[in-house]
């Protein structure tokens, strides 16, 4: 799982990629709530374009980040998911939660 | 039923063996010529069920899981994920959507609805304090 994460203009992009469960989860959790905390972003947006497996621990994640991300008065969005992973979110319901583009 | 092919293999509860056992099921359905999107259905449940036995089978120890796949004839791919935890008090209540005992983990309570929904068939057995067999089937699609 690689993070790369930039700032600027009170927004923050997180490129995430490779397998997300969760194991992995664990290490994108700390990463991304580093950066929330100490950005305090506007718009958060998760890039998922080169996720190529998630399963429901993705779910958690994102939801997790929202509360943290809203807590500062920012919004999360989700970009780029791919189908398979867009079933999951889709069956979960999260898409009411959160923007998904 | 007749056993086409089958593997069997046993790890430790470790959260880094997630992607193993997902790599090691993926490989062995590849002789059936699945489609990306079937494939992926039973990685996802795999991960789910495999998850389960980590984060709430053995919450407070660490164990063995076994993992079982067999092709049966017609296309049949059975999977079955046995762990030796803490098992499951309420089955029914486990299986709602969104119901989780482990919320301070973001765990977000969709692993079994997740395996049902990318599953022709999921079977639940567990007894408290004994463990917890996960089955599941799926009709892969019939080659043109």
Do not use: W
């Not at chain 1, 700032?7 to 992009?13: E, P």
């Amino acid at each position: 799982m690689n993070i790369d994460i930039r700032s600027g203009n009170g927004m923050t992009i997180a490129r995430l990629s490779g397998e997300l469960d969760h194991h992995s989860a664990a290490t994108v959790r700390e990463e991304l709530d580093r950066c929330i905390l100490t950005q305090q972003p506007k718009l958060m947006i998760i890039d998922f374009k080169d996720i190529t497996f998630m399963d429901s621990s993705g779910i958690g994640l994102i939801m997790g980040r929202q509360k943290l991300v809203e807590g500062f008065g920012g919004k999360l969005e989700v970009h780029r998911p791919q189908p398979h992973i867009q079933r999951i979110m889709k069956l979960s319901g999260i898409e009411r939660i959160v923007r998904i583009v | 039923m007749k056993i086409i092919n089958e593997i069997k293999f046993i790890m430790p509860s470790l959260s880094v063996n997630e992607a193993a056992a997902r790599a090691v099921v993926s490989s062995f359905l590849i002789q059936c010529d699945p489609t990306v999107e079937e494939l992926a259905d039973l990685r996802t449940a795999v991960s789910e069920a495999v998850t389960n036995s980590i984060v709430h089978g053995y919450r407070n120890s660490g164990g063995n899981i076994e993992i079982t796949v067999r092709l049966l004839p017609d296309r049949v791919v059975f999977i079955r994920i046995k762990d030796s935890g803490c098992g499951i008090a309420d089955i029914e209540k486990a299986m709602t959507p969104l119901f989780t005992t482990a919320p301070e983990e973001e765990r977000s309570g969709l692993g079994f609805s997740v395996m049902q929904s990318f599953t022709d068939k999921l079977t639940v057995k567990s007894r408290p304090g004994k463990g917890t067999v996960i089955t599941m089937r799926k009709k892969l699609a019939a080659h043109e």
